[in-house]
């Protein structure tokens, strides 16, 4: 497992940017695909983005096709969600997850092993 941890959560009016970071401890991070999630109180955990661990592949919920964008720099050991034209409905805490398994770029979160913490993102209208 990798000990990761979320940072640049915050509160933003609609139509507004932000870009989360994910930052993981050890050496092997290059050998992990990362994910971010979200979830809202209430509801299950909701896939957004997933990247391969040398970031060629992507994949994206339908929901924030198109606005979000999902990126890696496996020399700082760190991933990014680039997140534009923000809704209120992306209200959530976003959490990142590593992922050992090829399988894990469908996005489910029963193929990610280890999470971060979350961090809380708010989007007013």
């Known amino acids: 497992q990798v000990n990761l941890v979320e940072s640049g959560g915050g509160l933003v009016q609609a139509g507004g940017s932000l870009r989360l970071s994910c930052t993981a401890s050890g050496r092997t991070f290059s050998r992990y695909a990362m994910g971010w999630f979200r979830q809202t109180p209430g509801k299950e955990r909701e896939f957004a983005a997933v990247?391969?661990?040398?970031?060629?592949?992507?994949n994206y919920a339908d929901s924030v096709k198109g606005r979000f964008t999902i990126s890696r720099d496996n020399y700082k050991n760190t991933v990014y969600l680039q997140m534009n034209s923000l809704k209120p409905e992306d209200t959530a805490v976003y959490y990142c997850?590593?992922?050992?398994?090829?399988?894990?770029?469908?996005?489910?979160?029963?193929?990610?092993?280890?999470w971060g913490q979350g961090t809380q993102v708010t989007v007013s209208s």
């Open positions: 997850a590593a992922s050992l398994t090829a399988a894990s770029i469908r996005g489910r979160g029963s193929d990610f092993n280890s």
């Open positions: 990247i391969d661990w040398s970031g060629g592949t992507t």
